[in-house]
């Protein structure tokens, strides 16, 4: 017997029956994966950051192909083409366009007036406040634990400080709020809902389903950590990146930052190749990301990093050459279910847990 919905403003905004999403995962998030989401009844993201344009309407034309159900794309706003992959989006009619960067507002309106749902992710309370003056129709908060570029601020804390900063002390928040960062379980979407949040996203726990494509020797390293097995290391890209430890890690973390940098020159020409940009193309999105943040050159130039070692992980499973970007939930999971099973499990927990909190009311 398949759990009983659980409506919330978010899963009636983007027209899902349970208030679960997986986050766009570069390298993890592909069509098999979104699609298996969406036909679970959760809100499946492809993450095009990895896919070249050409890749990426393939993804969304895959996608479709494998599901009738809502989906989104994860995008750049900070990319060249960023204008070009909306119009892509637009025409083949997918639902939620999702962003690492807050997109301009001239992006949200367009997005908005074609009927797509615009949703942020954000790690500052005044961030929120911001892409809700330009129109988001709702956020992604994703606290400390979560994997990949990560803030400081705990899950626990960061979450009520945007609900609160989005009005939502006593009521409803004025747009919908996704929880992210520790989330696995009923335990934790019950959590989120008492604070005040529409639903959460997950990242690493989908990662560990059936359905992810990543090599299964890799997911078999990934189910031996425990809680302490990831670390924040501002070596890999130059800005905050929660990963598995490793001995490339551990590499990373003690060697110098002349050797860091040549290494991320040769990575950023690898993913240049890879995805078929141009030199200028990509020095033009260094300028944009220098302009629209606090990054150095430094940075930007690690930030070829990225891609590479992520994919040297992930999809090429060669994990003394690849990082593996985690949550600190890794120590809480210890199987590989389908995404059916998976979203099946965490709406049972999560109606019994309600169950029971309605009899102490």
Same mark, same amino acid.
């Given at each position: 017997?398949?759990?009983?919905?659980?409506?919330?403003?978010?899963?009636?905004?983007?027209?899902?029956?349970?208030?679960?999403?997986?986050? %766009?995962?570069?390298?993890?998030?592909?069509?098999?994966?979104?699609?298996?989401?969406?036909?679970? $009844?959760?809100?499946?993201?492809?993450?095009?950051?990895?896919?070249?344009?050409?890749?990426?309407? $393939?993804?969304?034309?895959?996608?479709?192909?494998?599901?009738?159900?809502?989906?989104?794309?994860?995008?750049?706003?900070?990319?060249? !083409?960023?204008? =070009?992959?909306?119009?892509?989006?637009?025409? =083949?009619? *997918?639902?939620?366009?999702?962003?690492?960067?807050?997109?301009?507002?001239?992006?949200?309106?367009?997005?908005?007036?074609? %009927? @797509?749902?615009?949703?942020?992710?954000? &790690?500052?309370?005044?961030?929120?406040?911001?892409?809700?003056?330009?129109?988001?129709?709702?956020?992604?908060?994703?606290?400390?634990?979560?994997?990949?570029?990560?803030?400081?601020?705990? /899950?626990?804390?960061?979450?009520?400080?945007?609900?609160?900063?989005?009005?939502?002390? #006593?009521?409803? /928040?004025?747009?919908?709020?996704?929880?992210?960062?520790?989330?696995?379980?009923?335990?934790?979407?019950?959590?989120?809902?008492?604070?005040?949040?529409?639903?959460?996203?997950?990242?690493?726990?989908?990662?560990?389903?059936? !359905?992810?494509?990543?090599?299964? @020797?890799?997911?078999?390293?990934?189910?031996?950590?425990?809680?302490?097995?990831?670390?924040? @290391? *501002?070596?890999?890209? $130059?800005?905050?990146?929660?990963?598995?430890?490793?001995?490339?890690?551990?590499?990373? =973390?003690? $060697?110098?930052?002349?050797?860091?940098?040549?290494?991320?020159?040769? #990575?950023?020409?690898?993913?240049?190749?890879?995805?078929?940009?141009?030199?200028?193309?990509?020095?033009?999105?260094?300028?944009?990301?220098?302009?629209?943040?606090?990054?150095?050159?430094?940075?930007?130039?690690?930030?070829? #990093?990225?891609?590479?070692?992520?994919?040297?992980?992930?999809?090429?499973? #060669?994990?003394?050459?690849?990082?593996?970007? @985690?949550?600190?939930?890794? &120590?809480?999971?210890?199987?590989?279910?389908?995404?059916?099973?998976?979203?099946?499990?965490?709406?049972?927990?999560?109606?019994?847990?309600?169950?029971?909190?309605?009899?102490?009311?």
């Amino acid at each position: 017997m398949r759990a009983a919905a659980l409506s919330t403003r978010f899963t009636e905004m983007v027209g899902v029956e349970y208030p679960i999403v997986q986050t %766009g995962m570069g390298w993890v998030s592909g069509p098999s994966l979104t699609a298996a989401t969406a036909n679970a $009844g959760g809100l499946g993201i492809l993450a095009s950051a990895t896919m070249t344009y050409a890749e990426l309407e $393939g993804a969304i034309r895959k996608t479709k192909s494998l599901t009738n159900r809502p989906f989104g794309v994860n995008l750049r706003a900070d990319a060249t !083409d960023a204008p =070009e992959r909306v119009d892509l989006m637009i025409r =083949e009619g *997918v639902k939620v366009a999702s962003f690492a960067l807050a997109p301009k507002p001239e992006l949200i309106a367009k997005l908005k007036d074609a %009927g @797509s749902v615009v949703v942020p992710s954000i &790690g500052a309370a005044k961030h929120a406040v911001k892409v809700a003056s330009w129109g988001a129709d709702a956020v992604i908060v994703q606290g400390g634990e979560g994997g990949g570029h990560t803030g400081p601020v705990a /899950t626990s804390l960061l979450l009520p400080s945007v609900i609160d900063a989005l009005g939502g002390q #006593n009521g409803p /928040t004025s747009i919908p709020v996704i929880a992210a960062g520790g989330f696995f379980d009923g335990r934790g979407l019950v959590a989120a809902l008492a604070y005040g949040a529409d639903g959460i996203a997950m990242g690493t726990r989908f990662l560990l389903t059936s !359905d992810s494509a990543v090599p299964e @020797s890799v997911k078999q390293e990934y189910l031996k950590r425990g809680l302490q097995d990831t670390v924040v @290391s *501002v070596k890999v890209d $130059g800005m905050p990146h929660r990963v598995l430890r490793t001995e490339l890690v551990a590499a990373l =973390e003690s $060697g110098s930052r002349a050797k860091a940098l040549i290494a991320a020159a040769r #990575n950023a020409n690898e993913f240049k190749q890879l995805t078929g940009m141009r030199w200028t193309t990509m020095l033009r999105d260094g300028r944009t990301m220098k302009s629209s943040g606090d990054r150095t050159w430094q940075q930007i130039i690690m930030a070829g #990093n990225t891609p590479m070692l992520l994919k040297a992980g992930l999809v090429d499973g #060669n994990t003394e050459a690849g990082v593996l970007a @985690s949550g600190q939930v890794v &120590g809480m999971i210890d199987d590989l279910p389908s995404c059916d099973e998976l979203i099946q499990s965490v709406m049972t927990q999560a109606h019994d847990r309600l169950g029971m909190l309605s009899r102490l009311a």
